[in-house]
């Protein structure tokens, strides 16, 4: 953004002080990461007033601030811009900006994957065109403001994340955004204790075509039928399914795990081999969204075969790290629900990267009241599995720990609910360099604090 304050004030239909040759290039609501040029914006909240920092925020660089028009005690000497709710402004503010963007926007949402297809998105893109795509985790109300209000002018394409946990928030950042691209990864359990059931969450994900562009386009998990009956309803969109079944118009073939990562094809309205430095059917199944969005871009094969190999995914999604006692970890703990637990797992069951597997599994959050039947429904799973060892973390954990005692396996079996350590002793003990090791739980559940408790020797991104 690159803006006159003014201009900004008339975006808002606010009055303010000082506006006149100010320049505004950028916005913050964290006075600590201000930048030079931004426009600083304070939240009041219970415990925090913003407004006692934005005379901070402008000794950092920022070069004007909105101020409540019920706070008292405006600075007199600092440009301002005068507002009633700073959350609306800051949203309309980037609604406005948006009308003023020539790039394509791609949004994503999905119960799994959407961080990882988002990185697969750009990194297709970005050997190619000028991409910017949502950083960490700013794909909520407020993040995705801030996310669009970041875009240059020459930004190509913007790969814009979309998270939600009730209905009406994806429908509300999705027009914010206006996405020319929707993308709906898959419908897992995430959020089953606010929406209901795995239709509520399908009907609350879809909501991601409600802002679409006119001539916009729909891509979605096509083996999943709860899409599938959605997308039956809707005839006036252009939509592509993709996935598994041969019934997709983009169908994935062949899989096998390498050295390097990935190796898969793809037959229907695009035949190709390719590779990506990531393990896992499901990030396979990921990446067929950032072909069709190459295709669209009008990307050649080879050119999305190229790009593909050197695909950068965020950390903690199926990551190698090798430990320092020559063990691989699959560093998969970003999150997790049944969907992607079970994913996950079928990737070391199937893999012959290393002879001896290990499993470390915490606690799946934001179930609802089936928690501990979607726990203990993973030891159907684990019991097929040629394990070397289970370490199971947390206290909803202990309902797979007991399944499992029951099944009378004789697979070293752990469980603890708060003590890493335990689990570290017990994988220094007993793996090494023929060991691979999942690590998969939870946000909350930090599992991550295992393989830095064990040590690692390198980490192949």
Known sequence: MNEQLS????WLQADGQHVEKVMVNGASIDSRTVRNGDLFIPFRGEQV???????????????ASLWLKDEPNPPKNIPLIFVEDAEHALQELARVYRQQLTCKVIGITGS?????TKDLVASVLSPYYNVKKTEGNFNNELGLPLTILSLDADTE???????????????????????????ITNIGEAHMQDLGSRA?????KFEIIDGLTENGKFFFDGDEPLLRNLTSAKKTISMTSFGYGEENDLALGHVT???????????????GTFTIPVYGAHQVKNTLAAILIAREANLSVAQIEQALKTTALTDMRMQPIYASNEALFINDAYNAAPTSMRAALTFIGETQLRNQKWVVLGDMLELGNEEQKYHEALADQLVTMKLSGICLYGPRMKWLYDALKKRDTDVRLLWTELDYEMIRDVLQKETNAESVILIKGSRGMKLERVIELVGQKDVHA
């Open 7 to 10: 201009t900004i004030a008339t």
């Open 49 to 63: 007033n913003g407004h006692q920092y934005v005379e901070g925020a402008i000794a950092k660089g920022a070069v």
């Open 257 to 271: 795990s390498t050295d390097v990562g990935s190796e898969f094809t793809v037959h229907g309205i695009l035949d």
């Open 200 to 204: 509520g969450i399908a009907k609350a």
């Open 112 to 116: 799994n994957g959407k961080t990882s």
């Open 157 to 183: 394409f913007a790969v814009l994340e979309m998270g939600m946990s009730d209905f009406g928030e994806i429908s509300f950042l999705s027009n914010l955004a206006k996405p020319d691209y929707a993308i």
